[in-house]
């Protein structure tokens, strides 16, 4: 089998950097999980803070911002509905409380397309671009929509949000620097992120449990 990022990349894989590659490589058929430990300085605007606070609750982004924030993220892959999809579960330690912000990115060979479920059950879905520049991973966000009761409803204009995360290995320090960046045309910044981590692949003890399964895609 070959992993969601490695189909949809196709040779342009190749120019990963190998460390890179290796997490986003992972497929149904890996009985390995990659785990990221490291810290992250994370931001947030001030005009969608109202909604921020309810998102929690989806494990979708959060309220709070910080230096130095303790961060783990669990990358597994894994079949869904006989797709090829990629689990990504990120959680940021903060002095009381602990957030997740959990995707499932799953690859439509039909159409060569890639599609993120955001949050638990995946009600927020995002067509995915990515590229690679100087082996980093590059991904920006394109159309968006609402997944409610089997239907997509299309987000645009002002309900849509502008993401670009970038996943780069630093040799020199032997971690993986990441920036992530989600905003929206009217409200400006609506979170952001960029920290340093270390990663470790081991033998899945148990499966990781994606937070949708979603049997059909966005049209």
Known sequence: MTGVYAAKLGDETDR??????????????????????????????TLVLPGLYVMPR????????????????????????????????RAF???????RFDSLTVYDASRDRLFDFLGRDGHIVSELHPRVADG?????GGKQWLRAGGRYLPL???????VEVRDRF????DR??????VSNPLAGE??????????????????????ARPTTLPP
């Open 176 to 181: 993986f620097r990441v920036r992530a960046e």
């Open 190 to 211: 609506i979170l952001g992120y960029t920290g340093r981590f270390t990663q470790t692949t081991d033998a899945s003890a148990e499966p990781v449990e994606p937070c």
């Open 156 to 162: 645009a204009g002002p309900m849509a949000a502008t």
């Open 16 to 45: 990963l950097h190998e460390r890179v590659r290796d997490r986003y490589a992972l497929d149904s058929t890996d009985d390995r999980v990659c785990v990221g430990r490291g810290e992250m300085d994370i931001t947030r605007g």
């Open 93 to 99: 330690i903060f002095d009381s409380k602990r957030r």
């Open 136 to 140: 980093e991973l590059i991904v920006e």
């Open 58 to 89: 989806w494990n979708l982004l959060f309220p709070e911002r910080g230096e130095a924030v303790p961060f783990t993220v669990t990358t597994a892959g894994i079949e869904v509905a006989g797709r090829e999809a990629l689990i990504t579960q």
């Open 170 to 173: 630093l040799p020199d320090e």
